[in-house]
Nanobody, 113 residues
Framework: QVQLVESGGGLVQAGGSLRLSCVAS????????MGWFRQDPEKQRELVAI?????STNYADSVKGRFTISRDRNTVYLQMNSLKPEDTAVYYC?????????WGKGTLVTVSS
């Protein structure tokens, strides 16, 4: 089992920045792709960014050039710059380990206009 705990969410004005962190604990050996997803109440959960075990990255078009994903041994980060009101959502961390997806409980990001 892998446990994930996100932190770093909060309230920020448009144009501001936040840095999300997600710490994995438990059976962390073998963790592959790590990523961030987001969901607001009126939409389906969507991919924000992922980083593979060999540090390849992929981003949703809506965040390219503004967000940066990074990782170390057991933590994945999401640096969010130039935030927009439409970035408001609950952000979830997810990791894959031997074909199983694990999810955190989420952290709320609210961007005011």
């Amino acid at each position: 089992q892998v446990q994930l705990v996100e932190s770093g969410g909060g309230l920020v004005q448009a144009g501001g920045s936040l840095r999300l962190s997600c710490v994995a604990s438990g059976h962390i050996v073998g963790i592959g792709t790590m990523g961030w997803f987001r969901q607001d109440p009126e939409k389906q959960r969507e991919l924000v960014a992922i980083v593979t075990a060999d540090y390849s990255t992929n981003y949703a078009d809506s965040v390219k050039g503004r967000f940066t994903i990074s990782r170390d041994r057991n933590t994945v980060y999401l640096q969010m710059n130039s935030l927009k009101p439409e970035d408001t959502a609950v952000y979830y961390c997810s990791v894959q380990r031997f074909g199983v997806d694990y999810w955190g409980k989420g952290t709320l990001v609210t961007v005011s206009s």
